[in-house]
């Protein structure tokens, strides 16, 4: 069965740099979310699309913006790349219509800035 | 004081030892996870739960909703088994964001 994809798996960058990260969700899933992961942290929420609207807003930075597209897919901009934003970015969807507590998990893109 | 806490933060133990990693959580939930996040980061979701148990090869989760607590039990813990176990919660309070433990790092001694 298809999974979430997301891509690149591995982006380095250097500070003040932008970066796209990009989520394909499980076909037919309505709902997706992006999460934050530091170095020995734990995940943050950071946005979260249903129906290509934003539905809920966590601990994204204003230099951070994110949509989703009408196939679903979403992408997470970065603009002005500090250290402090190297974490696993997950991506995660799920099918709110069906209950929506299942959330699948992408492999995540490890993004490094030097 | 955290929406869920999960213990113990770390656990060693022996190939074969029946290990228990415990999860609390404080808000109301639709559904809770158990998730395993190995050392490349990739998380592999385990269990989704409402209620009850549930019971996948050597992996067993079980849920009170009464008492807000759930447990995942390993039997026959094996070295593979090494890696972070966490309890996330459905919340019902903010559209299906899950709320994350901290995390259980399990190392499993040949």
């Known amino acids: 069965a298809a999974g979430v994809i997301q891509s690149p798996r591995h982006l380095i960058k250097e500070k003040r740099e932008t970066a796209t990260l990009k989520c394909y969700p499980i076909?037919?899933?309505?709902?997706v979310y992006w999460y934050q992961q530091g170095p020995g942290q734990d995940p943050q929420f950071l946005i979260s699309?249903?129906?290509?609207?934003?539905?809920d807003k966590g601990s994204i930075p204003d230099r951070f913006s994110a949509q989703q597209f009408s196939d679903y897919h979403s992408e997470l901009n970065m603009s002005s790349l500090e250290l402090g934003d190297s974490a696993l970015y997950f991506c995660?969807?799920?099918?709110?219509?069906?209950?929506?507590?299942?959330?699948?998990f992408g492999p995540g893109t490890r993004l490094l800035v030097l | 004081k955290n929406e869920v806490e999960q213990s113990p933060q770390n656990l060693t133990a022996q190939e074969g030892e029946f290990i228990t990693i415990n999860c609390s959580y404080s808000?109301?939930?639709?559904?809770l996870h158990w998730l395993q996040q190995h050392p490349g980061g990739g998380i592999v979701s385990l269990f989704m739960l409402s209620s009850g148990k549930k019971k996948h090869g050597r992996l067993i989760a079980t849920i009170n909703i009464q008492e807000k607590h759930s447990s995942l039990h390993i039997t026959a813990s094996h070295p593979r088994d090494s890696a972070v176990y966490i309890c996330?919660?459905?919340?019902?309070?903010?559209?299906?964001?899950?709320?994350w433990g901290a995390g259980t790092k399990l190392i499993i001694k040949p």
């Open positions: 808000v109301g939930i639709s559904a």
């Open positions: 699309f249903y129906e290509k609207m934003q539905s």
């Open positions: 076909p037919r899933h309505d709902t």
């Open positions: 996330a919660v459905v919340s019902m309070d903010s559209n299906y964001q899950l709320i």
């Open positions: 995660a969807s799920t099918l709110r219509l069906n209950g929506g507590e299942t959330q699948y």
